[in-house]
């Protein structure tokens, strides 16, 4: 009768800590060790799909692109960035030449641009931008060209442009012009 007792005993302790572990606390006890099991944050809602907001649209003109051979993963080149202008809510000022787009023409056809280069407000802050763009001709009417963004500016003024995350466009003016215009959005 006694061990009858004590097994309804266990069952019954096993079903308490099995009850607590549910509700989110509890402990359980191994090999007479005894472990304290913490309550979890409840699930935070689903975020909803982020929007974009315009940040600036630059005009950015380029030199004749030099081409820098076959490697391993494809062709590499590389595009000076010669100046340019950039616009936006609260926002403008001059490209700075000395910036150039590095490129990688992947064997699949894909291309991969990895731009770096300097912005200055019309107040003299400088923006250094870091956009790395992928392009694909989906066919001969429709090409995905899409970039992510980084911006490093001074705190103060230009502070919040730190603490984003950006996205862009980009497109192609030749051979009108020498210049590709970068829209870039923040993600909101």
Same mark, same amino acid.
């Given at each position: 009768?006694?061990?009858?007792?004590?097994?309804?005993?266990?069952?019954?302790?096993? +079903?308490?800590?099995?009850?607590?572990?549910?509700?989110?606390?509890?402990?359980?006890?191994?090999?007479?060790?005894?472990?304290?099991?913490?309550?979890?944050?409840?699930?935070?809602?689903?975020?909803?799909?982020?929007?974009?907001?315009?940040?600036?649209?630059?005009?950015?003109?380029?030199?004749?692109?030099?081409?820098? $051979?076959?490697?391993?993963?494809?062709?590499?080149?590389?595009?000076?960035?010669?100046?340019?202008?950039?616009?936006?809510?609260?926002?403008?000022?001059?490209?700075?030449?000395?910036?150039? +787009?590095?490129?990688?023409?992947?064997?699949?056809?894909?291309?991969?641009?990895?731009?770096?280069?300097?912005?200055?407000? +019309?107040? $003299?802050? =400088?923006?250094?931008?870091?956009?790395?763009?992928? =392009?694909? +001709?989906?066919?001969?009417?429709?090409?995905?060209?899409?970039?992510?963004?980084?911006?490093?500016?001074?705190?103060?003024?230009?502070?919040?442009?730190?603490?984003?995350?950006?996205?862009?466009?980009?497109?192609?003016?030749?051979?009108?012009?020498?210049?590709?215009?970068?829209?870039?959005?923040?993600? =909101?």
């Amino acid at each position: 009768m006694a061990l009858i007792s004590r097994r309804n005993d266990e069952i019954n302790s096993l +079903d308490r800590r099995r009850k607590l572990l549910l509700a989110g606390m509890g402990a359980f006890t191994v090999g007479g060790a005894s472990f304290a099991v913490a309550q979890t944050a409840a699930v935070s809602p689903e975020p909803a799909a982020p929007k974009v907001e315009l940040v600036y649209t630059a005009t950015v003109e380029i030199a004749p692109m030099l081409l820098l $051979g076959d490697s391993a993963l494809g062709e590499r080149r590389m595009v000076p960035i010669t100046g340019g202008t950039f616009e936006g809510p609260g926002l403008r000022g001059k490209v700075l030449a000395g910036g150039a +787009d590095r490129q990688l023409i992947r064997k699949d056809g894909a291309r991969l641009l990895d731009a770096l280069y300097e912005m200055q407000t +019309d107040d $003299g802050a =400088i923006l250094t931008v870091h956009n790395k763009v992928l =392009i694909h +001709d989906v066919s001969p009417e429709k090409r995905y060209a899409f970039s992510s963004i980084e911006i490093a500016a001074p705190e103060g003024k230009y502070g919040w442009l730190n603490r984003l995350v950006y996205v862009g466009t980009l497109q192609g003016l030749m051979p009108q012009r020498a210049a590709v215009v970068i829209r870039t959005y923040k993600l =909101i």
